[in-house]
């Protein structure tokens, strides 16, 4: 529990800040197409050298990249969007990925491959995740500025002679990393459940990139925390208990956060009303 609970929150400390750019570039569901796309490596690792680290590592990180940056530049190119061409490489990922471990495994290790082991960390597989975590958080602090510019007007990064698609691409791999570290944690599946729910639920109560980066891993350790309370109390698999109380976060914070939230919508029509009527009378 004690190696399953610092995996989890190391790895919710990188994966809440990227979930956040991605919000910022309306390409939420790309983290799930790069979550997808490092399973035919992982399988191929898994081939090779059974249940090892190292080589499912590798494989997953050479298959990730490879898929990025294909992705990338199919969609400067062709006139197709960055979005639909990693759906279309995504999804050709994910069949393989399954073919693959179908080949030589059982359904127990594509279970493993897809929903990770939290409770099964050994100590090479949590340095994994807190070093590559740290990479993470050192280059995003080294390049956010400039990655923000990126998200939100990378028109101007261009014109100013910044080279935006450098920073793009750096992002990839980050994400890419942090994906492939994150998978003996939560699975290939569960892993974008972690990075996306808690910068989705930042978005209602912070109106800043800084201060929803912090608030994101804020939400992913506490999701992770209370999720494997849930998972030992109750008795149920922690990955998916960990990816549940994160959706619960996210629903309150739908509700209830002050930055569009539906409470706060309400707030303001009834407001609006109020005022109208007021002139009107």
Same mark, same amino acid.
């Given at each position: 529990?004690? $190696?399953? !609970?610092?995996?989890?929150?190391?790895?919710?400390?990188?994966?809440?800040?990227?979930?956040?750019?991605? /919000?910022?570039?309306?390409?939420?569901? &790309?983290?799930?197409? &790069?979550?997808?796309?490092?399973? #035919?490596?992982?399988?191929?690792?898994?081939?090779?050298?059974?249940?090892?680290?190292?080589?499912?590592?590798?494989?997953?990180? @050479?298959?990730?990249?490879?898929?990025?940056?294909?992705?990338?530049?199919?969609?400067?190119?062709?006139?197709?969007? *960055?979005?639909?061409?990693?759906?279309?490489?995504?999804?050709?990922?994910?069949?393989?990925?399954?073919?693959?471990?179908?080949?030589?495994?059982?359904?127990?290790?594509?279970?493993?491959?897809?929903?990770?082991?939290?409770?099964? +960390?050994?100590?090479?597989?949590?340095?994994?995740?807190?070093?590559?975590?740290? @990479?993470? +958080?050192?280059?995003?602090?080294? @390049?956010?500025? #400039? !990655?923000? +510019? *990126?998200?939100?007007?990378?028109? =101007? +990064?261009?014109?100013?002679?910044?080279?935006?698609?450098?920073?793009?691409?750096?992002? !990839? /791999?980050?994400?890419?990393?942090?994906?492939?570290?994150?998978?003996?944690? !939560?699975?290939?599946? &569960?892993?974008?459940?972690? &990075?996306?729910?808690?910068?989705?639920?930042? $978005?209602?109560?912070?109106?800043?990139?800084?201060? %929803?980066?912090?608030?994101?891993?804020? @939400?992913?350790?506490?999701?992770? =925390?209370?999720?494997?309370?849930?998972?030992?109390?109750?008795?149920? #698999?922690?990955?998916?208990?960990?990816?549940?109380?994160?959706?619960?976060? =996210?629903?309150?914070?739908?509700?209830?956060? #002050?930055?569009?939230?539906?409470? %706060?919508?309400?707030?303001?029509?009834?407001?609006?009303? *109020?005022?109208?009527?007021?002139? %009107?009378?």
């Amino acid at each position: 529990m004690r $190696r399953a !609970l610092a995996g989890a929150l190391a790895l919710a400390f990188a994966a809440g800040p990227l979930g956040v750019f991605l /919000v910022l570039r309306r390409m939420s569901l &790309m983290g799930d197409a &790069m979550a997808h796309a490092i399973l #035919p490596g992982v399988a191929a690792g898994f081939l090779v050298a059974g249940l090892s680290l190292g080589a499912m590592t590798v494989g997953g990180l @050479i298959t990730g990249l490879v898929v990025a940056l294909l992705a990338g530049a199919v969609a400067r190119l062709t006139p197709q969007r *960055e979005d639909a061409s990693f759906a279309a490489f995504y999804l050709v990922s994910l069949g393989l990925g399954v073919l693959l471990v179908s080949l030589r495994g059982s359904n127990m290790d594509l279970l493993h491959v897809l929903f990770g082991t939290v409770l099964g +960390l050994d100590n090479a597989a949590l340095l994994l995740v807190t070093s590559s975590s740290s @990479i993470t +958080l050192l280059c995003l602090a080294a @390049i956010f500025r #400039p !990655l923000v +510019l *990126e998200c939100v007007d990378p028109q =101007y +990064l261009r014109s100013r002679g910044a080279a935006g698609a450098a920073i793009h691409m750096a992002f !990839l /791999v980050l994400m890419v990393l942090t994906m492939v570290a994150g998978f003996q944690v !939560l699975g290939t599946l &569960m892993v974008v459940g972690i &990075m996306m729910l808690p910068a989705t639920a930042a $978005r209602f109560w912070a109106g800043t990139a800084g201060r %929803q980066m912090m608030l994101s891993s804020v @939400i992913g350790s506490l999701a992770s =925390y209370l999720g494997l309370l849930v998972s030992f109390h109750a008795n149920v #698999p922690a990955s998916p208990a960990i990816i549940l109380v994160a959706g619960v976060f =996210y629903f309150l914070s739908v509700c209830l956060g #002050p930055y569009g939230g539906l409470v %706060q919508a309400a707030r303001k029509a009834r407001d609006r009303r *109020e005022r109208l009527g007021r002139i %009107q009378g």
